[in-house]
């Protein structure tokens, strides 16, 4: 199946797309300008056990990264004494972070602050590739591979590909306003989700903790997995989301007991002037280039419009976890959902309404306008055939690979071998992943190249303080002898004397670097 044939790539796909331009320490914005970024959680198969363990791989990838290859200063410092110990991650030359979450011990990436969404998906993608290389020059590859998915087949857990949006900081936008972007989430895997075969039902298998059980564990050690149990819904062959059927609340601060759709992020580090960080734990890790950043780019104006204030309350849902899981789940595409008046409307059309507003929008940048062509032609194409889309949408091209498979191996979808096609899917290695001999065959819409990808594997975006970071990373990794430092996102201690603000995510900060 998907015979892999090797095209030259593309030196400039998309080339009405707009590129990052070079610019100066002092940022100008333009109207709806915003930071953002991706965290995305990786999954590790090791496939000799004599090797050891996928705990044991991540931490000998992540030693190679920073010790051997030094693309980046190792943390000297515990970021969180619980989850982030001393050396268990740090920040990369080229803007990002790369860590081990010490919970489950899994390998996790996020991504530079970018401005752009050309910027997003290169340093996104660059990870992964320096994530690859550790493991080619190991000579590991043999035995360890590395997932960008977001649901585990068999153990039933699931983990995140989690977005960051900066967000008008105020009480209302977070209790009353944010009840108009759930829909808008709910509807957008349509061409966000990334697919998956099979289902799971959430169980309840033991007492849920009291509230005084909550309040007596700051440190937050009661887990979804010990309040509720998984099992396989043998009903569903085929889905939209990898996550649909694990999400529990709506918005929850707690979110290692109520996995939620948001996730308030009340942190000094991304708050500036009046904004916050919201942190999106409903999101999927898209291989496709063209559909995150569609994803991203619909999620930028629909905020901004809820900033504004020009959603109306009609826009609503009776019930957004219903309507999740049952948009993931139809089998007919319809996609129907209720809203809370009580009508129904399909997710292509609600999804119509949001855009039909953010048109106001339209002429302040190229980006905007890509992002509102885009938005209209795949809503329009999906109304027309959704299986015709598998060069944008990545549940789309998963399910003509698992279909392909199924024919030329005579399997029903009772079969464990398409979870597995399911699997490789998100290969990250581009010589193995099902994914990317799908795009080498020349079946995907791509907004990057392979030069991007790879200038971005040590180049951090030019337009925020990651540039400044980046320069001082390189700094303190030229350093001889005995060094102390430390890095956080909004902040880099060079010595125990001097530090560097950078409490402006827009600024690059890299007189200050100099």
Known sequence: MLKSVRIPPDPSPLTNYPRSPVVLNCMRKSPGDRIFGVETEFGCLVSDPSYGSPEAAVETIKDYLFGELKLGAIDLHARDDVFEPAQSGGFLMNGARLYIDAVGSHLEYATAECRSLRDLVANDRAGQRQIVRAIREMELEEVVTVYNNSVDHFGGHTFGCHENYLVRGDDDFLNTTVQMLYPFLVTRQIYAGVGRVGGHVLTSNTVRPTYQDVMDNPVDYIWVSQVYGVIPDHGVNFQLSQRADHILKTIASRVRFNRALINPKWEHFYSHEGMTRLHFLFGESNQNEFAYAL????????????????????????????????????????WIVMLSDGSTMSAIDLQRQYLAIAEQFRGESEQTNWILDQWRIVLDDLEKDPLEMGDRIDWVAKLKIVEQYRAEEGLDWSDDALHSVDLEYHNIDPETSLFYAWQEMGNTKRILSDVDIITAMTDPPQNTRAKGRSQLVEHVLARKGPKFYLFDWNGVALDRHTYIEMLDPFETYENEAK
């Open 295 to 334: 994803k991203v780019g619909t999620t930028l104006l629909v905020l901004r419009l809820l900033e504004e204030r020009r959603v109306p309350d009609s826009f609503t849902m009776v019930n957004p976890l219903q309507a999740l899981r049952e948009v993931s789940r139809d089998p007919t595409y319809k």
